[in-house]
């Protein structure tokens, strides 16, 4: 599965973004979403939807952002609003099976005046 991720860039503090990831397959994916690392940090979970219904977030951005697919269910995307310098990292479009981790090239968002 390959994915390509797609949207990152600058915006000031409270603004919005929107980041989209395709997925070459999606072929027994049962979870797909977002993970990201800053500068210095690990890779943490950002949102993940699983199972094509439930969802999951991070407590930093719950309320913040929104994590949904598409209707063929081959697209992923992450609705970021209220953006806080915080937020700033790669972020990572993230797919599994069930038996692998699947990680596409990462994105840059930065939060910025």
């Known amino acids: 599965v390959q994915l390509q991720a797609s949207g990152g860039g600058l915006v000031q503090p409270g603004g919005s973004l929107r980041l989209s990831c395709a997925a070459s397959?999606?072929?027994?994916?049962?979870?797909m979403g977002w993970y990201r690392q800053a500068p210095g940090k690990q890779r943490e979970l950002v949102a993940l939807?699983?199972?094509?219904?439930?969802?999951d977030y991070a407590d930093s951005v719950k309320g913040r952002f929104t994590v949904s697919r598409d209707s063929a269910k081959n697209w992923v995307y992450l609705q970021m609003n209220s953006l806080k310098p915080e937020d700033t990292a790669v972020y990572y479009c993230?797919?599994?099976?069930?038996?692998?981790?699947?990680w596409g090239q990462g994105t840059q968002v930065t939060v910025s005046s």
């Open positions: 993230h797919a599994r099976d069930r038996s692998s981790y699947y």
């Open positions: 397959s999606i072929f027994n994916i049962n979870v």
């Open positions: 939807i699983i199972r094509g219904n439930s969802t």
